[in-house]
């Protein structure tokens, strides 16, 4: 019944700032305990955690990604978004959107958006 989708820009220039949405629909991003996440995955390698925005709008990053990486929300849109500032080659990836509880796992997924970092 959940269902995520990502949008956003294919190409992204190095140094500028990647930004997605994920919109969802069949429940809602404020739903108690289920926190929002972004997941990549570079090309040969495998799934990496970005970050999390919850239910009651905290917030929670990826140490390595904490410092370029910002989440917010949008109740009124059902919608989350990631900002990753200052690209680089490095960043390239398919990136998902995904939703679960603490200690459960991801229980719905997007379908990823293929994400390139070039000039």
């Known amino acids: 019944q959940v269902q995520l989708r990502e949008s956003g820009p294919a190409l992204v220039k190095p140094s500028q700032t990647l930004s997605l949405t994920c919109t969802v629909s069949?429940?809602?991003?404020?739903?108690?305990?289920?926190?929002w996440s972004w997941i990549r995955r570079p090309p040969g390698k495998g799934l990496e955690w970005v970050g999390v925005?919850?239910?009651?709008?905290?917030?929670y990053y990826s140490p390595s990604l904490k410092s370029r990486t910002s989440i917010s929300r949008d109740t009124s849109k059902n919608q989350f978004s990631l900002h990753l500032s200052s690209v680089t080659p490095e960043d390239t990836a398919v990136y998902y959107c995904?939703?679960?509880?603490?200690?459960?796992?991801?229980?719905?997924w997007g379908q990823g958006t293929q994400v390139t970092v070039s000039s």
């Open positions: 995904a939703t679960g509880r603490p200690f459960q796992g991801y229980e719905y």
């Open positions: 069949g429940g809602s991003i404020t739903t108690r305990n289920y926190g």
């Open positions: 925005i919850a239910y009651d709008g905290s917030t």
